[in-house]
């Protein structure tokens, strides 16, 4: 099992930049692939991006491409969402998750965090 906390959510303008922070409990971390999701006001809960326990493969949204980076350190257990070029529906609640099958990372991964706050202004 894992618990997984979020950091550095705020609230910025847009074009402004944030990274996310997720650390991870435990000591088994890195045989966990990591994703990123978000929920919007009033909407569903949509994936952003996840990454594979060793970090060789990598998922994106359509709508984050070229924007957001996902990393990890798998000696701190953390992983990062590197958020560039932020815009006003970016904003949402983002939420890490986690799961040991590769094929739920995008869908339904079995582990989530509380959840951080991200606002983008116009």
């Known amino acids: 099992q894992v618990q997984l906390v979020e950091s550095g959510g705020g609230l910025v303008q847009a074009g402004d930049s944030l990274r996310l922070s997720c650390a991870a409990s435990?000591?088994?971390?890195?045989?966990?692939?990591m994703g990123w999701f978000r929920q919007a006001p009033g909407k569903e809960r949509e994936f952003v991006s996840a990454?594979?326990?060793?970090?060789?493969?990598?998922y994106y949204a359509d709508s984050v491409k070229g924007r957001f980076t996902i990393s990890r350190d798998n000696a701190k257990n953390t992983v990062y969402l590197q958020m560039n070029g932020l815009k006003p529906e970016d904003t949402a609640v983002y939420y890490c998750?986690?799961?040991?099958?590769?094929?739920?990372?995008?869908?339904?991964?079995?582990?989530w965090g509380q959840g951080t706050q991200v606002t983008v202004s116009s």
């Open positions: 998750a986690a799961t040991r099958n590769i094929y739920e990372i995008r869908t339904t991964p079995n582990y």
């Open positions: 990454i594979s326990w060793a970090g060789g493969t990598i």
């Open positions: 435990g000591r088994t971390f890195s045989s966990y692939h």
